[in-house]
Structure formats: structure tokens, C-alpha cells
């Protein structure tokens, strides 16, 4: 396994925590983006607690000049991006007759803009140096959609079209574009629905259970690989067995 320079973001969420952990444990060297100083500084203490060193720089995904200076920090400190986890993600749940304005906007942004905002500073420097792996972490409800998610199923299913558009424009340049799509994993997210809603939620998983961040941070590395260059466009489904369609 080369090692590369990977930039997680929201890294320090529950999914992406597992994502940094995974990826710095196949020897990549690991930065992440944070917006609240204090909060990104106990999880760095608490990573650097079980052994793990990641680079912290701020910004907000949703905000196109922050991410290219979130971008530009990173290339400061480890070098030229060669992995892009667009992992970053809101809720702002309604059902769509009473869904605001914002929060139409604030999950369009941070969930589908975001990508366009942190891929687009990588994108160059990943064609002219012929390599590298775009990861987007998506949803099931992208692909089933989800009632009272009209907003978070728009963003995560054009994260896919997304995907599949950046897998054909850059193949031949050896840069791989896939998604993953979640179901539902154990983290605040998801741990933030009332437990009558989450039993019923897993009652209709087949496994029986909500996955684990970690099953998720697996399926990332599986596109990472070196050995994953004939797979790009790709949508892995881990979720359980809840939704086998596309
Ligand atoms: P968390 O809420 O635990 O983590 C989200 C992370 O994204 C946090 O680090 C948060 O930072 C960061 N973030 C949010 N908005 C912004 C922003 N504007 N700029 C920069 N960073 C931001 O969520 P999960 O770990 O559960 O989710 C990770 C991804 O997986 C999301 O895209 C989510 O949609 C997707 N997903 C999750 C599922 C689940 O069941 N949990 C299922 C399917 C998909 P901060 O601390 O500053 O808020």
C-alpha cells in the first residue's frame, strides 16, 4: 500500500472518525476540517490518546472559499491531496409541505454543494499528477428516497449523479470517483431519532441491526486500494441488506 495524503471531511463525526482511523491504519497520512476550535481540539486529544496523528485545519464545507483554503492548509502541511473523502453531512428533516427554505438550502449545501466546493481544488492537481480517489459518502435515502427527507434525498442522490459524471471525465487520468451509501449507522445522527422510531427503523433491516461506523470506514478503504483502479462510477450499498436496488 502506497501511502497517500487523504482529506476527510467531517472527520470528526461518527462515521468519519472510523474513516481516519481506517485510513491512517493502512499507513495514509490523515487531515480532516473542523469549524468549532474547542470541539476539534478534545478530538484530537482523544485520537492522539489511542495513538492516532491527523492534521486539523478549519472550514466549512459549504462555503466555496473555505474549502479551497481548507484545501490549500492541508497541501501545506502533508503535500498534494491524493484522497478526497467528501463526507460532511446535515439532517434538516421535514416533511416537504412544511419544509422551509433553509432548510431546503442549508442540506442542499453542506450535503451536495460541499462536494463541488472541496473536489474542485483537488480535481487539477489530481489530473496532472494521474492519480488519485474521490469517495462520497452518500445515503440509502438517496436511492429509496425517505418521508420527511425530500431535502437530504435530493442532495445524496445528485452526490451519486454526481459521482458517476467525475468517474467518466477523469478515468483515463487514473483518477477513481465512487460513492458509498449508508444505511443506518449507530452514530448522533442517528442515535438523535426517538428509540420507538429507530426500532422500527431496525426492524425493517434484514441483518437485524444498525451498522457501525467502522463497517462504513471499511468500505471507503475498499475504493482507496491501490488494488481498486478498475473500479470508479461505483455505488457500494452498505446498509444492512435494507435496500438492494441500484
Ligand atoms: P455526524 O453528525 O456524526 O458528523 C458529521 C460531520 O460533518 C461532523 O464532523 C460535522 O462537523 C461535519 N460537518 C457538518 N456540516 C459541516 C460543514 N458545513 N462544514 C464542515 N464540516 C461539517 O454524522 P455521521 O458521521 O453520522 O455522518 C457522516 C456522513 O454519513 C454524512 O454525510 C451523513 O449524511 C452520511 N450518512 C450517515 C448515516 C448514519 O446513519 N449516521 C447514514 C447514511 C449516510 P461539526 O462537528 O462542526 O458539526
Not at 429509496?144 to 477523469?170: C, D, P, R, V
Amino acid at each position: 500500500m502506497t501511502s497517500r495524503v487523504a482529506l476527510v471531511t467531517g472527520g470528526t463525526g461518527g462515521i468519519g472518525t472510523a474513516i481516519c482511523k481506517r485510513l491512517a491504519k493502512a499507513g495514509h497520512r490523515v487531515a480532516t476540517n473542523y469549524r468549532n476550535e474547542e470541539k476539534a481540539r478534545a478530538w484530537e486529544q482523544a485520537m492522539r490518546a489511542e495513538g492516532f496523528e491527523f492534521t486539523l485545519v478549519p472550514g466549512d464545507v459549504s462555503s466555496p472559499e473555505d474549502a479551497e483554503a481548507m484545501v490549500r492548509r492541508v497541501e501545506e502541511a502533508l503535500g498534494p491531496v491524493e484522497v478526497l473523502v467528501n463526507n460532511a453531512g446535515i439532517t434538516r428533516d421535514s416533511t416537504f409541505h412544511k419544509m422551509t427554505p433553509q432548510q431546503w438550502t442549508d442540506v442542499i449545501t453542506t450535503n451536495l454543494n460541499a462536494c463541488y466546493n472541496v473536489t474542485r481544488p483537488v480535481i487539477e492537481g489530481m489530473r496532472e499528477r494521474k492519480w488519485g480517489r474521490i469517495v462520497q459518502i452518500s445515503s440509502i435515502n438517496g436511492q429509496k428516497g425517505q418521508y420527511g427527507q425530500a431535502n437530504y434525498a435530493a442532495a445524496k442522490a445528485g452526490m451519486h449523479g454526481f459521482t458517476i459524471s467525475l468517474a467518466q471525465e477523469n478515468a483515463k487520468l487514473g483518477i477513481t470517483v465512487n460513492t458509498v451509501s449508508p444505511g443506518y449507522i449507530g452514530t448522533d445522527m442517528v442515535m438523535a431519532v426517538p428509540e420507538a422510531v429507530r426500532d422500527k427503523i431496525v426492524a425493517q433491516i434484514p441483518t437485524g441491526r444498525l451498522g457501525t461506523p467502522e463497517e462504513i470506514a471499511y468500505s471507503v478503504a475498499f475504493f482507496v486500494a491501490d488494488e481498486a483502479a478498475w473500479i470508479t462510477g461505483a455505488n457500494l450499498a452498505a446498509n444492512g441488506g435494507q435496500y438492494m436496488g441500484w
